[in-house]
């Protein structure tokens, strides 16, 4: 299994809109939304997303399925970065 980690652009959505709104490629197994300890909300759970605001997530995917993943996530206009681990 291979680890994909992203940086995704969540300003202007509500909770974790931004990535459930992602159709997620073949292969997929699991994710995890980590919120990034500089990038605290300031705002209640029903308020949107501010700008610059944004979440790191990571992927798991089958190994052999992984540069597919990773192509797809980098032409997804909310991916801001998209990096492995080896």
Do not use: N
Request: proline residues 2%; charged residues 35%; negative net charge.
């Amino acid at each position: 299994m291979k680890k994909i980690w992203l940086e995704l652009d969540v300003a202007g959505t509500c909770g974790d809109e931004a990535w459930t709104a992602i159709e997620q490629p073949k292969g997929f197994f699991e994710a995890a939304v980590i919120s990034p300890k500089k990038a605290d909300c300031k705002h209640t759970k029903k308020q949107a997303h501010s700008e610059g605001e944004w979440r790191e997530i990571w992927v798991q995917v089958e190994d052999k399925l992984a540069s597919k993943a990773i192509t797809f996530y980098k032409k997804q206009e909310r991916v801001l970065a998209v990096e492995t681990e080896d």
